[in-house]
């Protein structure tokens, strides 16, 4: 299936919701802090109402499941998953790797993913069959094919060191070359374009890895949750150049 008028609305809206961002950042930010303890700003609501009504006037019959709106039932099999702000904490801070996060899933797999970041002026996009793109650019995975020549990035180790799993994780990444710093949809990006080699995330929401899982697929890699399932709604992901996949996978199983 051709997914490129989804593709087209999902970019256009991102980078409106990427003008709001920028904006944002010369103003004093209503800052709040959510039952999980994440803040939330007016930023977040505002892009995220936007995304939210050009879907539905766009796609009336999907239904939506944003970070901070929920899930809306739709008619016709499609959820769009949004992360309206991805990286709060960065955007509050100045630091320039916040992104606008917008996936399709249908039948269970992202199918159009879009990741823009508009301080970076960098927006990866891809649709099922269509390639993966960072600026209108092609871009594939890298060839690694060792762990201990990869470049990886985690998240999540720490807050579950306690965990077999986050024990797993830790013994890992001593495995790597280097293990670099975690920069939310930005690694992902990195992932894609080739400039990494893998990631996991142990905390990740489906709002934070839909639109990579899709990009990253298109670019010639593969994601994950930590036990192999091709998921994005488990908790977790792993996302790869591919070749590193099964590997990482065994060093996580406890």
Known sequence: MDYAAELKVALELARRAGEIQLAGQEV????????????????DRACEDLILNGLREAFPEDGFLGEETGAHDGTSGRTWIVD????????????????????????????????????????????????A???DQPIRVSKTRDLNRAMGSALGQMERQDEPVGKQLLAAMSEWDYA??????????????????????????????A????????????????????????GSIIL?????????????QV
């Open 28 to 43: 004093t930010l209503g800052v709040e802090i959510k039952a999980d303890d994440s803040p939330v700003t007016t930023v």
């Open 180 to 209: 670099y710093g975690f920069m939310d949809a930005y690694t992902y990006g990195c992932i894609a374009a080739g400039r990494i080699d893998l990631c996991v995330n142990l905390l990740d929401k489906p709002w934070d890895c």
């Open 240 to 252: 790869s150049n591919g070749h590193l996949h099964d590997a990482i996978l065994a060093r996580l």
């Open 133 to 135: 793109f960072l600026n």
């Open 84 to 131: 309206p702000l991805d990286g709060t904490r960065p955007f509050i801070r100045g630091i320039p790797t916040y992104a606008c996060l917008i996936a399709l899933e249908a039948n269970g797999e992202p199918v159009v993913g879009v990741m823009h970041l508009p301080a970076l002026k960098e927006t990866y996009c891809a649709s099922r069959g269509g390639g």
């Open 211 to 234: 639109a990579a899982a899709c990009i990253v697929s298109e670019a010639g890699g593969t994601y994950s949750d930590i036990e192999g399932n091709r998921t994005v709604h488990n």
